[in-house]
């Protein structure tokens, strides 16, 4: 029996993060204020080998370890590859194909070409008889026969997983329970997934591929998180730990598979919680997150300290997961991204990348094409001498002459304004990805700071700020293990849907708050099963609405759990005016979903000592490690650098400079002014 931790400040917290390139860890212990962080090459065959290479670098005995939090690209990367278990589907005869009809779209917007595959092949999703109407009376049956011949059929097919999705489940579950317990009987396994349980909610297309996605990922992390146990266990660690989910919470390991699917994204909502929580120790409320990784690059968006949060995310095309996931939106553009000339004789940045293995050219394992970090080198902001995970070096000139012969000899540059030009182009298509989250959607960037981290972010976050036209940049005191800090920060988070879809005019006040209730019941009872005891428990309600005959909702906040009809269609208009800037009263307002999040709070964490204050220098000349030239917009500038660990809290630093620490390089652009606050945070006024 695994013992239950509490919630005490005191405990020693570990939170790992396996991303594309590297695995990383920050271990904080609360009695002594003590913190050790480590960085190591992911092992992508089987992540568990990083996470316990992490910690053994971290010098600290795992035995001593109170709680280890891990963010997980394992379901992700299952997916994004289609590395999936054989999976089944049992459905309603005649919508068989519902998960491949999907939506009125198309991979291309224009011409007819694309290709879209379904989680689950045709051949192995077999309908049965049954039919409950959208009012949730039963109009056909359960024919029980046809569910046992449909489980033994797919069994014989060799499947490992189950879904038993059945239309209009979300109203009248009833048909959906009997049949799991009748496939309990006969599967060999607990890989059966209910697309009622997992998500209560209408639109059959969105319900059937996301429990096909928990099916297919169910096995899969079953296996890792088993390895990783065993591993854990081998160096000492017998208490449970806990998982990342995409929602920004976390829960215990013990129960991941039953939800797999809420665990898609979970490395970059655990870097979006971090900087909630550094951007409001820091005074910062609203903020765009920018992570710039070794494959890719997270972008989100943070109002009032709160990130913002989505049950709609699509991760790729017709891949709907509608649980709820920190609204993350990801383009192909990081370190590791790979540059080349096009038929066309136009250079081209990403998405391809180099990835972990074989990487960039300057970490010498290989990487013969050059890349975005390989830019960063030739032009002078990497140090070669300070790259991380490097086999064989590879010198800077040898690095530059690829740069020539591969991009520059098609476009008539030499090898130092090829670099620039991929990274020009690099930084143009990260600026992209920003406004996606802010001007689309109706917000002006300058009224955010941009929050840069990842191992590469805060190498190009003023160079993008100054794109954008933000006028601040916060680059936190680890910047390269931010994703990790997270796991270390978050709070557990459960949260339910319930399909009403009923306009607000007829709706049944009693019914409403029953619904809130029983969700927030529901949440606080699976925080009790966990093996971290929270100080509090939070509770927050929410509306999906529209008007009465639209298409698109928008998520209307509520102020409790006993809202009036009245109150309910006045907050509605309020957000859709905020929204569209548009009034229309006359138009009744239908209500689609119930929300609720229940979240157990966790005590605070200090994150003064991230950088260790004894450490720092009396003065910024002794913080000075060396001037080399840099390139800035096609001039080289002869640039200080400094040591950031010795940076004094104190002193105000002048771009053009360099600030290397061990986890990551920050560049200051010529006219920047940065300073540190009291958690070693770097606040960057922005030039020009």
Request: glycine share 10%.
């Amino acid at each position: 029996m695994r013992e239950n931790i509490s919630a005490k400040a005191g405990s020693v917290v570990a939170g790992i993060d396996v991303g594309g390139t590297f695995t990383d860890l920050i271990l904080i212990d609360g009695r002594g204020g003590q913190v050790r962080i480590a960085k190591t090459p992911t092992t992508v065959r089987n992540q568990a080998f990083g996470v316990v290479s992490a910690l053994s670098e971290a010098d600290f005995p795992v035995s001593g370890i109170d709680l280890i939090v891990h963010g997980t690209t394992t379901t992700t990367n299952a997916v994004l590859e289609r590395r999936l278990a054989r999976t089944g589907m049992i459905t309603t005869r005649g919508f068989r194909d519902v998960i491949e009809l999907g939506r009125r779209t198309r991979p291309q917007p224009y011409g007819m070409t694309g290709s879209f595959v379904p989680v689950i092949p045709r051949d192995l999703r077999l309908d049965v008889s049954e039919r409950v109407e959208a009012s949730g009376a039963v109009r056909v049956p359960l024919d029980e026969q046809e569910v046992r011949e449909a489980v033994r059929n797919l069994l014989a097919a060799g499947c490992e997983s189950l879904v038993i999705h059945f239309l209009h489940a979300y109203a009248n579950p009833a048909h959906e329970r009997r049949a799991a317990e009748i496939a309990a009987e006969l599967w060999p396994n607990g890989y059966i997934t209910t697309g009622h349980s997992l998500l209560s909610e209408a639109r059959e297309f969105e319900r059937g591929v996301t429990a096909a996605v928990n099916a297919s990922v169910q096995p899969i992390l079953e296996r890792y998180v088993a390895r990783l146990r065993a591993e854990l266990e081998a160096r000492g660690y017998a208490r449970d730990f806990l998982i990342m989910n995409g929602n920004g919470g976390m829960i215990s390991a013990r129960n991941v598979t039953r939800e797999a699917a809420k665990t898609v994204m979970s490395g970059p909502a655990s870097g979006v919680i971090a900087a909630a929580y550094t951007g409001r120790r820091a005074g910062f409320a609203s903020l765009v997150t920018y992570d710039m990784g070794g494959t890719s690059t997270d972008v989100a968006l943070i109002r009032d300290a709160q990130p913002a949060v989505s049950n709609e995310i699509e991760i790729e095309y017709a891949m709907p997961i509608h649980v709820p996931m920190v609204a993350v939106h990801t383009v192909g553009a990081g370190g590791g991204s790979i540059a080349r000339v096009d038929a066309s004789g136009l250079i081209q940045v990403g998405p391809q990348s180099a990835g972990a293995d074989p990487g960039p050219i300057c970490y010498g394992r290989g990487g013969t094409e050059p890349t975005i970090t390989d830019a960063n080198l030739v032009l002078g902001r990497l140090n070669p001498k300070k790259l991380l995970a490097v086999e064989h070096p590879v010198t800077v000139e040898d690095v530059t002459k690829v740069f020539e012969n591969r991009i520059g000899r098609p476009t008539g540059l030499d090898g130092f304004a090829a670099a620039g030009a991929v990274l020009r182009l690099g930084n143009i298509k990260m600026a992209g990805a920003v406004r996606m989250v802010s001007v689309a959607r109706g917000h002006d960037p300058r009224d955010f700071a941009l929050f840069a981290f990842g191992g590469a972010g805060p190498l190009h976050a003023s160079a993008l700020a100054r794109e954008l036209g933000l006028p601040r940049v916060l680059v936190p005191a680890r910047p390269g293990i931010t994703n990790a800090l997270g796991c270390v920060v978050a709070d557990m988070r459960h949260d339910f849907v319930n399909t009403v879809n009923r306009p607000v005019a007829t709706l049944d006040e009693a019914e409403m708050r029953l619904i809130l209730e029983r969700q927030r019941a529901q949440g606080v009872a699976l925080i009790e099963e966990e093996a971290v005891k929270p100080e509090t428990i939070r509770f927050s309600h929410s509306a999906d609405m529209q008007f009465v005959g639209q298409t698109h909702i928008i998520t209307v906040p509520l102020p409790s759990a006993a809202v009036s009809r009245a109150e309910l269609q006045a907050l509605f208009e309020k957000a859709y005016f905020a929204r569209f800037r548009v009034e229309l009263p006359e138009i009744r307002a239908n209500l689609v979903n119930l929300n609720t999040s229940v979240t157990g709070m966790r005590p605070p964490l200090d994150l003064s000592r991230l950088i260790d204050p004894a450490g720092r220098a009396a003065t910024l000349a002794e913080a000075l490690t060396e001037t080399r030239p840099v390139w800035f917009d096609g001039v080289w500038h002869d640039t200080p650098v400094y040591a950031r660990e010795k940076l004094p809290l104190d002193a105000e630093t002048a771009g053009p400079a360099i600030l290397e620490q061990m986890d990551c390089t920050t560049v200051l652009e010529p006219g920047d002014r940065a300073r540190s606050d009291a958690d070693g945070n770097l606040i960057v006024e922005v030039g020009g």
